[in-house]
Each structure stands twice: as structure tokens, then as C-alpha cells.
């Protein structure tokens, strides 16, 4: 039998990349927690930051403060090589579950 390379084009490689961002788990990133741990303290920190003034969906469009935040987030947290996506998708992703699932949002 005789092997075939398969060659994906550029956009399959990139949209398999990209669908599978959901699938992280914090050591992909050289951090010691648990995922739910670390989704929590990325919570935490939007609303500390913001102070309730500004929701996830008002901070991905002003892009410079998302990578401000995101910058100050790893710098804070020594999270050197967590990607600006995963924190910002991550926070998107959890407010689509808190709505839809009736999870209590922290006070």
C-alpha cells in the first residue's frame, strides 16, 4: 500500500485551527490551574478592571484597550504565553453560558 500525503489548503488549516481554540486547557500554556480556575480569575479580572462599566462585548471593540487588558492580565499573573484569543474568546464564550444557562453571575 502506498502512503498519500493529503495536503489541506491554507484555509481548512486555519479554520481547524481556529475552531479547535475552544479545546485549551491552561497547561497548553504553561499555567498550573485548572481550567474553570483560570476562566474564573479571567472573570474576575474584567470586572475588576471595569467595574461593571464595560461588558466583554464593549471591550472587543475598542482593540487597543482588549490588548492593554489582556497585556496587563499575563503581566499581572505571569501568564507569558497566553494568547490575547483565549483570554477575549474565553470571556466571550462564558457570557453566552451565563445567559444561557442561568449560571449566577459573582457579585
Not at 16 to 45: C, N, T
Not at 63 to 82: S, T, V
Amino acid at each position: 500500500m502506498v502512503a498519500v500525503a493529503v495536503h489541506k489548503s491554507q484555509d481548512d488549516f486555519y479554520r481547524e485551527f481556529l475552531m479547535g481554540r475552544h479545546l485549551w486547557q491552561p497547561k497548553d500554556f504553561g499555567i498550573d490551574m485548572k481550567r474553570v480556575d483560570l476562566v474564573d480569575l479571567f472573570i474576575d479580572e474584567l470586572r475588576s478592571v471595569f467595574r461593571g462599566a464595560w461588558t466583554i462585548d464593549e471591550l472587543v471593540v475598542h482593540p487597543r484597550d482588549a490588548l492593554r487588558f489582556c497585556d496587563d492580565f499575563r503581566h499581572k499573573h505571569g501568564f507569558r504565553d497566553l494568547p490575547d484569543d483565549i483570554i477575549l474568546r474565553t470571556l466571550m464564550n462564558e457570557r453566552k453560558a451565563v445567559k444561557g444557562s442561568g449560571r449566577p453571575k459573582k457579585a
